[in-house]
């Protein structure tokens, strides 16, 4: 079945740091993928997604490639504010279900 | 405001109640997903209802059950609380094919006293 990965937490930065949140997954097919954020007392909300190979997703100063050959999804942003502090959902989804597998999620903390 | 609506935000109960929880899936969104988030079972895929029938189950106990009606709002009914049930209950909703992401409700934090 589909399954997705990510790095345990949590990642604590400074602010202005470089983040790297790390996802791989595993899929039959050709899946989308998605990365979801959490903020405290909040819903997930879609922060960005990629639809194929090489696609990359981007917002907010977030950015993610979909790698195929890699089977990877890792989530980027060059410099970290403390505002990014959250907890980041990789997910997939793919044609033949209609449910989204989600990682564990990855808790970010960015410190001023 | 993400679109979907959930109710109530908070909710405390004791041992053995029932409850029911109620979401508002987006504007135009037909499949309706509840979900329930605990610290120690990360994000727990329940159920899904699609225009109304039940599409996909998942790790969902049998004292919770959900329907979703002609107007698209689905509720979950969770009944003989237990301790262990207190979460946070999660409703997303989505459009039709594998490009578009959910969309979640804030949820509704349950405590089971």
């Known amino acids: 079945g589909n399954s997705v990965t990510q790095m345990e937490g949590p990642v604590t930065l400074s602010e202005e740091a470089f983040l790297t949140i790390n996802c791989t997954y595993t899929?039959?097919?050709?899946?989308?993928l998605f990365w979801y954020v959490q903020y405290p007392g909040e819903g997930l909300q879609l922060l960005l997604k990629?639809?194929?190979?090489?696609d990359k997703g981007s917002n907010k100063g977030f950015e993610a490639t979909y790698r195929k050959e890699t089977t990877s999804f890792h989530l980027e942003k060059g410099s970290v504010q403390v505002s990014d502090s959250a907890v980041y959902f990789c997910?997939?989804?793919?044609?033949?279900?209609?449910?989204?597998?989600f990682g564990r999620g990855t808790s970010l903390i960015v410190h001023p | 405001d993400s679109g979907v609506t959930q109710t109530p935000k908070h909710l405390i109960t004791a041992t053995g109640q029932r409850v029911t929880l109620r979401c508002s899936p987006r504007?135009?969104?037909?499949?309706v997903y509840w979900y329930q988030q605990s610290l120690d079972q990360g994000l727990q895929f329940l159920i899904q209802?699609?225009?109304?029938?039940?599409?996909a189950k998942g790790n969902i106990l049998e004292r919770f059950s959900a329907q979703q009606f002609p107007d698209l709002h689905s509720e979950l009914n969770l009944s003989s609380l237990e301790l262990g049930d207190s979460a946070l209950y999660f409703c997303?909703?989505?459009?039709?094919?594998?490009?578009?992401?959910?969309?979640f409700g804030s949820g509704t934090r349950l405590t089971v006293v």
């Open positions: 504007s135009g969104d037909l499949s």
């Open positions: 997910a997939l989804r793919e044609g033949g279900s209609y449910i989204p597998t």
């Open positions: 990629a639809t194929k190979a090489d």
């Open positions: 209802y699609y225009n109304g029938e039940e599409r």
């Open positions: 899929a039959t097919g050709y899946p989308s």
């Open positions: 997303a909703s989505s459009g039709t094919g594998t490009n578009y992401g959910y969309t």
